[in-house]
Structure formats: C-alpha cells, structure tokens
Nanobody, 132 residues
Framework: QVRLVESGGGLVQTGESLRLSCEVS????????IEWYRQAPGKERAEREA???????????WYAVPVNGRFYISRDRAKNTVTLEMNSLRPEDTATYYC??????????????????????WGQGTQVTVSA
C-alpha cells in the first residue's frame, strides 16, 4: 500500500529554517517523482501550489519561482524519505505542506495529468507557520 507521511512542520519566525520530511512506503523513492505542494490559509484544495519536485532519474530537482534559491529538496534512499529544507522563511510561506506522488517518472509541477488519476497519493500534510 502506498503511503506518504509528512513531519517537521512548526511555528518559526521570519528568516528562520525548517526541514520537512516525507516518509514513503509502498515503493522506493528511486522509483518515481516525489513532489511537495502547499495550501495557504483560506485556499481550497484545488488551489494547492506545487513547490518542488525530485525525479527518480537524476538529482536536478525543480522549484517553483517563489521558493527557488531558498528551498532544497533531497532524497535519502536508505530511509526511503524525501526532505524539503526551507530557509529564509517568509510569512507568505505559511501553509499546510503536502507530500505527493502520481507514481510517474516525471514531475507534474502542478499540471493536471488525467493519465495518473488512479495513482495519485497525498500525505496528510504538515503545518508551517511563519510569523512576521
């Protein structure tokens, strides 16, 4: 059974850092792309924003423009986890952060891909709050 479990959220001040972890079960983190999304307060589920993605075949991850240069995604094969290191946090980074996979080799980057509808899995989310 595929399962994603996030951890590491919390309350921090502007400029501080947090490290989120996504524990993957049901497949290896080497098999498919793993993505991070976030849902800001007051936004609907359909408005979740793609933040970052790491693919199975290389270590050239993708980042959304608002987080590029501040967030870093990595993969720990031994622990079968994907980590999102978030630095220089800003109040606008406040959101619930979700780990996500479509069990695809490429990153969706927020695009709708109906072909993978039956293989999508979301984690339960972890809250990140950045105070001004």
């Amino acid at each position: 059974q595929v399962r994603l479990v996030e951890s590491g959220g919390g309350l921090v001040q502007t400029g501080e850092s947090l490290r989120l972890s996504c524990e993957v079960s049901g497949f290896s983190v080497d098999d498919y792309a793993i993505e991070w999304y976030r849902q800001a307060p007051g936004k609907e589920r359909a408005e979740r924003e793609a933040v970052s993605c790491i693919t199975y075949f290389d270590d050239d991850p993708w980042y959304a423009v608002p987080v590029n240069g501040r967030f870093y995604i990595s993969r720990d094969r031994a622990k079968n986890t994907v980590t999102l290191e978030m630095n220089s946090l800003r109040p606008e980074d406040t959101a619930t952060y979700y780990c996500f996979t479509e069990r695809a080799r490429s990153c969706g980057r927020g695009q709708s891909r109906p072909a993978y509808a039956s293989t999508r899995t979301w984690g339960q989310g972890t809250q990140v709050t950045v105070s001004a």
